[in-house]
Structure formats: C-alpha cells, structure tokens
C-alpha cells in the first residue's frame, strides 16, 4: 500500500488505542466529538490523490505514489519539489492545521538523510533500523506524529531533576525483546488519531542522564500507551459556519508510557548522547522549518485575503486605520516568503548528501509566534462587535427569521446579508473560537518559546563570528583599541544541570 486514502486512513483507527477524554476511555471512532476531527484528517489523505502531480512523487524502491514529504532531499530540484508539495498540502486548511503527517514525515526523513551523524556512534544498526522505519512510513503511508517535549512540571530544577526525574520517559529495562521504558512526554498533536509516535531528540542532554536520550517509534495502540486528551474543540456544524472547528481540531494528547515495551527493531537511539545532540541540530532548520515556514506562509496569506473581506463587508477598506492593519499583515507575509525563497535558493549539502535550505530560514522562528498573535488581535480589531452578530446559514432560510436577516443585517458594497454573516463567523472560527484560541497558543509555542528561539540565534551568530562592526569602526578611524579579555558569550537560560 502507498498514499492512502481517507477510507484507508479511517481503517487503520480501528485498534484498540486507549485514548482518554475526560473521565471516559473512548473509542475515537465511535465518539461523536472526534467525528468531524477524523472526517477532516481523511479527506486529507484524499486531497493528496486530488493534487497527486502537486502532494505525489514515485517511489523509487516500489514504483508506486508515496508522499513528497518522505523524499530524501538531495539537490536543488528536490527542494522546489518539496515547496510545491508543501503548499499546495497547507492550501487543504489554509494553515489551520499545524500536524499534518507531512510535519512529521519531513522530520523522519531529515533524521534519516543524515546517516552521517548516525555514523558517529560506530554501530550502524541503528541507522539502519531507522531507514528501515523510513521504508515502513512509506509503503503504509502511516499517519506520524511526535511527542518529544520532557514532563518537566517542577520549573525551579532542571528538566531532568528532583520530580521531574520520574516523570519524564527514560528506560526502565533491556530485555531480549527490546526496551521496556516509562514516563510522560508533552505534546502530541494529532495523538489520538495518528497511526504512530515518533520519539525523537528535541533539547539536549547532558552526560549522566542517557537513560532519557531516547529515540523511537511505536504504534499508539501499543499496550501501555495512554493518550490523555484535553477538552476537544471541534464543533458539530455545517462547514458554512465554522469552517475550522467543524474540521480541524486535531487534537492534543499528554502520551503516558506505562512500562511500554519497544521492540528492538523500532530503537533508533539508545544512550547515544552524540548521536541524541547532535541529529535535531543537524536537521531541524533547514529541514523541517521548509515545511513549517511555508503552512505558515499560505496561513498568513489566508488571513489577509480574509481581513480584506471583513473591510469591504463593512466599507473600511479606505480608513487609514484600516488600510494599516492590512498592510501590515500584507507585510508579514512578503517577509515570510521572501526568506523561503532565500534559504531555499541558497540550500546546500548539510552533511552525508543531505540537502537543505539554508539556516537562515530559522529567523522565522523567532517572529512567526509574534506575527501570528497579532494577526488575530487585527481580526479581533477590525470586526469589534460584527464578530458577535452572526446568524448561521440555516438561520437565513428560516421563513421569518432570514427576511429580517436580509433587511438589518447586510454587508456593506452590496455584499449579501448571508455572505456577510459567512465572512464574520469564519473570522471568529480562525482568532475567536475554542479552536482559534487554541489554534494561537499552538503557534506561540510548537518549535519552542520564542526567547529560546531567539537565544539559539544569537548562539549561532557568535559561532559564525558575525561580531566586530563596532571595534571595526574605531580602527578604520584610526583610533587605538581599549585592550579587554574577551569573556565568551552569555546565553540566557540554562542547560540540563548534573545530578545532584
């Protein structure tokens, strides 16, 4: 099997999975909240079928269709092809979706591209197990997702000390069958209704602590495997009206590994704290941040085309005010694609054959958590009290009701009453929902706190040497230098500490 389709992909949820929303273990399937989530992650597996010459490419082992985003990239024309497969894949939710399994299909086949970095470890089983997954995601077209982030509850001690020792996933045991681990992991989006977790390297870690440089990848029906959902935001209604909460929640799940056993053959890392700090590094920028920077292109790009609806539907479109507020998200997002279209044209081998944008990609990260938070304070600006008068579509076709509708409730322009309502509610389904605001924190925090972001950047400016502007100018003017010792950089934030 290669590229499922939805009806495929709605099959392989039928396993038993313990998935807990509430008090209640549910069967996603069965569960009428899950319905409109799992109905609009299949028709995601179809959309890839409707733009195959776009989402498609050749297998090159089987000759069959599988998925661009498990391409291993390897030159210039992979890139381009990897671009069109990820926006045409992002145009399916306009960007509202932030885990579909191209996500994590990119990061799996990043990690694999650089068996280089797996090299180091001098055993080359695990690699090969890896490609060997790799080969498996391919041919079922498995539904991936990752939960990566440690448990760490108590944030006055390091992530991997006093409670949160105990909490986070680390290995109990080594049988002949494979790994026996225990713990928690945050976040994983998509859990409840993906095929597979993928385990893998996400901060590092220091020596001392192997037992939680972990990587690898089981079923979510996998006996021990817990998914503790949070309240679920999707809606039960017509898509007119909440074109996003009827379809998109893809749901958030805290993965509790109660003595999970992991089959030798699924082990990727094991201890290995070179290979664990070295492979997200290696990948995570060039790599996965394509994918990442482009859904959030196509987002903003929807966010404009709707804000410009919500002023011609109420006849602000000259305001200075609002002309501002357009303009600004307008210039979000030409800044965005302008640094995709740099890191993608100055892509290069990162290593082992693998090829990738350009670092500079990453600086989307520490601004792209900001501009997506204030688009939804514009949308929530701009339509004030009109977020809030919003009929649904059956409401104008009431016999009564929908005359009234039609009389007090136009749009500016000419623009039909029931237009008017559609453009409003599905502003409110993006910035104002359960979902949208759930929609907002996912943004803020899914590649990491942006002062992290921002740090890291600073870290790799120093290591590059992009320092010395300022003595620079002195010397040009001939101005003698004040001798200093040079201190080394100080990064705010502070690593994984020893054990006590």
């Not at 966010?303 to 919500?310: G, I, P, R, S, V």
Request: with cysteine; aromatic share 8%; glycine share 8%.
């Amino acid at each position: 099997m290669t590229a499922r389709t939805g009806s495929e992909y709605k099959q392989g949820l039928a396993d038993g999975r313990e998935v807990w929303l509430g008090e209640e273990r549910i069967n996603v399937l069965e569960h009428p909240a899950f319905r409109g989530s799992i109905e609009g992650m299949a028709a995601y597996f179809d959309y890839q079928h409707k733009y195959a010459a776009d989402c498609l490419t050749v297998d090159p082992v089987t000759g069959g269709q599988m998925n661009v985003s498990l391409m291993l990239p390897k030159n210039a024309g992979d890139i381009a092809t990897r671009h069109r497969a990820f926006d045409r894949l992002a145009r399916y939710s306009n960007g509202m979706l932030g885990r579909t399994p191209d996500y994590v299909n990119v990061v799996l086949a990043g990690h694999v591209s650089r068996k280089d970095i797996f090299d180091r470890s001098g055993d080359p089983v695990f690699h090969e197990r890896l490609a060997a997954y790799h080969r498996e995601v391919i041919e079922k077209d498995l539904a991936l997702t990752h939960t990566i982030v440690h448990a760490a509850i108590d944030k006055s001690v390091g992530e991997l000390q006093g409670i949160n020792e105990e909490l986070t996933l680390r290995v109990v045991k080594r049988t002949e069958e494979g790994l026996v681990v225990r713990g928690a992991k945050m976040l994983a989006t998509l859990g409840p209704i993906a095929d597979e977790l993928y385990v893998y390297p996400a901060t590092p870690i220091q020596k001392g602590f192997e037992e939680y440089a972990l990587s690898f990848a089981i079923p979510v029906a996998t006996t021990g495997v817990v998914a503790v959902c949070r309240d679920h935001y999707g809606i039960d209604a017509d898509v007119a009206d909440r074109p996003f909460s009827s379809r998109f929640d893809e749901q958030d799940a805290v993965i509790i590994f109660d003595d999970v056993l992991v089959p030798w053959h699924r082990v990727f890392i094991d201890g290995d704290l070179e290979v664990y700090n070295s492979l997200n590094a290696g990948t995570a920028t060039g790599n996965t941040q394509q994918q990442t920077a482009i859904r959030a292109s196509v987002k903003l790009e929807f966010a404009y085309d709707l804000c410009t609806q919500m002023a011609k539907v109420t006849g602000t479109e000259s305001k200075p005010d609002v002309a501002s507020m357009l303009g600004e998200i307008y210039s979000y997002l030409r800044i965005a694609r302008a640094v995709v279209h740099s890191a993608e044209a100055n892509a290069s081998d990162w290593g082992g054959g693998a090829f990738f944008c350009h670092d500079d990609i990453s600086s989307l990260r520490t601004v792209m958590p900001v501009w997506m938070a204030r688009v939804n304070d514009i949308i929530k600006s701009m339509g004030s009290h009109n977020l809030l008068a919003t009929p649904t579509q059956a409401a104008f076709r009431d016999p009564r009701l929908g005359p009234l509708l039609q009389k007090y409730l136009p749009g500016a322009n000419g623009i039909p009453a029931e237009e008017r309502a559609r453009i409003f509610r599905t502003a409110w389904d993006f910035a104002g929902s359960a979902l949208g605001s759930r929609i907002e924190l996912y943004e803020r925090f899914y590649l990491g706190s942006v002062g992290r972001a921002r740090a890291l950047d600073h870290r790799k400016a120093q290591a590059k040497g992009e320092t010395g502007a300022y003595r620079a100018m002195f010397e040009e003017a001939g101005v003698a230098p004040v001798p200093q010792e040079e201190p080394g950089v100080i990064i705010p934030g502070q690593p994984v500490g020893a054990r006590n």
